[in-house]
């Protein structure tokens, strides 16, 4: 059974910092590609950030050079690093991986960003 589990969200003022982790298991992690998505209040799911088996990433255009998503297979575990927070980014954070064609997902992690 694949599990996810995200941990690392909070409350941070703007221009504060987050690490976001996503413990997986059940699944053959090192071998799949890993997605943070996020979900705004009232505003659609939306990919934030995705990272290859062998490492290449990819981000949407909104959070470049202040996101930066990693993973480290030896603990099957994903991570997104967030810098220079801003109140917009205020949601609540996802990993998703695909097993044999059905996503899955953990239950988010919220992070709001607030003075």
């Known amino acids: 059974q694949v599990q996810l589990v995200e941990s690392g969200g909070g409350s941070v003022q703007p221009g504060g910092s987050l690490r976001l982790s996503c413990a997986a298991s059940?699944?053959?992690?090192?071998?799949?590609?890993c997605t943070w998505h996020r979900q705004a209040p009232g505003k659609e799911r939306e990919l934030v950030a995705a990272i290859s088996p062998g490492s290449s990433t990819n981000y949407a255009d909104s959070v470049k050079g202040r996101f930066t998503i990693s993973r480290d297979n030896a603990k099957n575990t994903l991570y997104l690093q967030m810098y220079s927070l801003k109140p917009e980014v205020t949601a609540v954070y996802y990993c998703?991986?695909?097993?044999?064609?059905?996503?899955?997902w953990g239950q988010g992690t919220q992070v709001i960003v607030s003075s």
């Open positions: 998703n991986v695909y097993k044999e064609g059905k996503p899955y």
């Open positions: 059940g699944i053959f992690f090192s071998i799949r590609t």
